[in-house]
T-cell receptor, first 113, second 117 residues
């Protein structure tokens, strides 16, 4: 069956440091990967995505790395800020198909000032 | 991106009553919307896919007669929790599917906190 998990359920970092959040998946058919940020009491917010034909994609202060060989996805946040404190979810989907995102369990990121 | 709203943002109801939650796509027409449920400190679980003008598709284990979904227009989907019980207390989140090139991207609403007493 499909499963999406995270290596670290909680992550505490110092403000200004870089954060790395990991996600492992098992479904080889997944070819679209997304990271979402969810603040307390709010809906998930899209951060960045990556297709399976790429292994790296960069956004503003964020980088997503995809290793299809070992089915591993990571989100790197540079110069972490207090406003980055939230729960981060990876989600898997399939290009060309609607919906049916499978969400990971989430990692809570706490940024210490 | 896409702007999605939900109403109400929170609701408290008594056991046995029904509650309707609205999900609106504010800046584009959404033929497909999704309803998720999230228990405290857990991930999002897809409940059903709401298709405009047709019946919703429910995930395994989700009772379609208990969670009624109506997608009557391209901008509105509603989820009605019928005969609510305390175990239905949860955070209900909708999302809209918007095509961007070859990929459908999902944009989420702010969620509705349901508490059943």
């Amino acid at each position: 069956g499909e499963s999406v998990g995270l290596h670290l359920p909680t992550l505490s970092v110092q403000e200004g440091d870089n954060s790395i959040i990991n996600c492992a998946y098992s479904n080889s058919a997944s070819d679209y990967f997304i990271w979402y940020k969810q603040e307390s009491g709010k809906g998930p917010q899209f951060i960045i995505d990556i297709r399976s034909n790429m292994d790296k994609r960069q956004g503003q202060r964020v980088t997503v790395l995809l290793n299809k060989t070992v089915k591993h996805l990571s989100l790197q946040i540079a110069a972490t800020q207090p406003g980055d404190s939230a729960v981060y979810f990876c989600a898997l989907g399939q290009e060309g198909s609607q919906g049916n995102l499978i969400f990971g369990k989430g990692t809570k990121l706490s940024v210490k000032p | 991106g896409a702007v999605v709203s939900q109403h109400p943002s929170w609701v408290i109801c008594k056991s046995g009553t029904s509650v309707k939650i609205e999900c609106r796509s504010l800046d584009f027409q959404a033929t497909t919307m999704f309803w998720y449920r999230q228990f405290p400190k857990q991930s999002l679980m897809l409940m059903a896919t709401s298709n405009e003008g047709s019946k919703a598709t429910y995930e395994q284990g989700v009772e379609k007669d208990k969670f009624l979904i109506n997608h009557a227009s391209l901008t509105l989907s509603t989820l009605t929790v019928t005969s609510a019980h305390p175990e239905d207390s949860s955070f209900y989140i909708c999302s809209v599917d918007r095509r961007q090139g070859l990929t459908y991207e999902q944009y989420f609403g702010p969620g509705t906190r349901l508490t059943v007493t």
